[in-house]
């Protein structure tokens, strides 16, 4: 008997005794195939079989970096779990030192998967530095395979059917996006029998999460921002709520009770994102339709009031060349803080090499502020900001909590602080409350003074 593997799948040819319900006899090549993830069930389950699935695997890597007890508790704990599961840790906690560390126990071929480019590049970079070794990448127009690279989640699922034997270890930056249907496949499609799994929040408000469970080895350490007082910067979280103008206040009521008495009408009750999906998917009609421009329009008048930006160049006035980073949840907003404060913008539209360069600057002090939509909420690495507003967000924890990391990194006698400014008598409260489930802070709302 043997095994191999073929396009995501493995191949069993002369199965001999009971055959698990994983395996599955596949009439048009004559022999039984199962998901490639099963890799290690199989070779447990078939000791004396030829294993044709992987050639080289031997990697001589090694590290002199010290962890802190979680991060050395937590890579335990992910050994004695068979080298598989995911690591929750706030953003800023050293998630990365982890896996570093993991790579070096195994010392074999290593596949690091994250979502965007500029995490591929981070990761890249300081495996290169860390262990002195060529680092490939696969993904942001590159295609360079080494015994240890970094590709993105795109090219990683792109590349499954030829790569998934190329890997025994699958390290997944970030790893509540691999729940997703379509991510999901990479976990699937690898062979890899090592996994570890990278993550500040691990749940998921559509539940997903729990497809992790079988393909990722599920969570198996933990740990909240206020278990690690010890090594993050200190910080406080202030609300500003401010007034929105008497005719921003008028259009926004109006907006707002066109979508409230839809919502009554229809007798739709909105519980969480899953519920909105499902209001979008029933308003393909001429009132529906009228709904959600209503509720568009309420959300754009309470995220852009513009008493907003008086309130930016206060808090930068408050904050002089103390490093600061202003979050929007949409690009144009962005745009609009970057052009009236002549500073940097980062969205989704910014090239790469720009991007680079602006948080280069950012680094070096050349210049003290950046203005960005989603772009920072993950995974960037921004050391030196102290200083975080929100000026309009949406009510994840996820996103709140990766947005309070960009602060969090320590820095000597560094102290951070996130601001929240949020339109007065609009649903963004709500939302505000909602993010910061979970989120210890010893400060709320604060008037401008």
């Known amino acids: 008997m043997n095994i191999a593997y073929s396009r995501g799948t493995l191949i069993l040819n002369e199965v001999q005794g009971n055959v698990p319900p994983y395996i599955v006899y596949d009439d048009r090549i004559g022999a039984y195939r199962t998901e490639a993830f099963r890799y290690s069930q199989v070779v447990k389950k078939f000791p004396d079989a030829r294993d044709d699935v992987f050639s080289s695997s031997s990697v001589n890597v090694r590290h002199s970096e010290t962890l802190r007890p979680y991060q050395k508790k937590a890579v ?7 080298n598989a599961g995911v690591v929750v840790l706030p953003t800023a906690a050293g998630k990365t030192h982890i896996g570093i ?14 979502p965007t480019i500029e995490l591929v590049q981070q990761w890249r ?24 690279s970094v590709s993105t ?22 790893v509540h996006h691999l729940a997703s249907e379509r991510y999901l ?73 066109i979508f409230i008495s839809y919502l009554r009408r229809h007798r739709i009750t909105l519980r969480g994102p899953w519920d909105f999906e499902k209001f979008i998917l029933s308003s393909w009609n001429p009132e529906g339709r009228e709904a959600l421009l209503a509720w568009r ?73 950046l203005a960005t939509s989603r772009v920072l909420d993950e995974g ?15 009510g994840s924890t996820r996103q709140f909590r990766q947005r309070l990391g960009r602060l969090l990194r320590p820095s000597g006698e560094k102290h951070s602080v996130l601001y929240e400014i949020v339109a007065k008598g609009t649903s963004e409260y709500g939302t505000s409350k909602r993010r910061r489930k979970g989120v210890p802070s010893s400060t709320d709302d604060s008037s401008q003074k």
């Not at 335990?76 to 068979?82: G, H, P, R, V």
């Not at 495996?127 to 015994?147: A, M, N, P, Y």
């Not at 539940?207 to 080895?217: D, F, W």
């Not at 960037?380 to 949406?394: E, K, N, Q, R, T």
């Open 76 to 82: 335990d704990l992910w050994a004695a779990n068979q």
């Open 101 to 114: 560390e993991a790579i070096a126990r195994l010392s074999t071929t290593t596949l690091v998967v994250a």
């Open 125 to 148: 970079d300081k495996l290169s530095r860390t262990f002195g070794i060529k680092v490939g990448q696969i993904g942001g127009g590159e295609k360079d395979i080494e015994d240890i």
């Open 153 to 174: 989640y795109d090219s990683a699922y792109l590349m499954a059917e030829s790569l998934g034997n190329r890997f025994r270890f699958l390290l997944v930056d970030e």
């Open 185 to 257: 496949e990479i976990a699937k499609m690898y062979a890899s029998p090592y996994r570890m799994g990278l993550t500040a929040t691990y749940e998921r408000t559509d539940m997903l999460h729990e497809n992790l469970e079988e393909v990722m080895g599920g969570k198996i350490f933990e740990l909240g921002y206020e278990e690690l007082t010890e090594y993050l910067s200190d910080y406080d979280i202030v609300r500003i709520p401010v007034d929105l103008e008497p005719e921003e206040e008028e259009e926004y009521e109006k907006n707002r009770n």
């Open 297 to 369: 329009t309420a959300r754009e008048i309470a995220f852009n009031a513009r008493v907003k930006v008086d309130t930016v160049r206060y808090v930068l006035s408050k904050h002089r060349n103390q490093k600061t980073i202003i979050f929007s949840e949409d690009t144009d907003t962005a745009y609009m803080i970057s052009k009236e404060f002549l500073i940097p913008c980062i969205t989704y539209l910014t090239p790469g090499p720009e991007r680079k360069e602006y948080l280069e600057m950012f680094k070096a002090g050349s210049v003290t502020a």
């Open 380 to 394: 960037i690495d921004v050391p030196d900001a102290s200083v975080g507003i929100v000026l309009s967000g949406s």
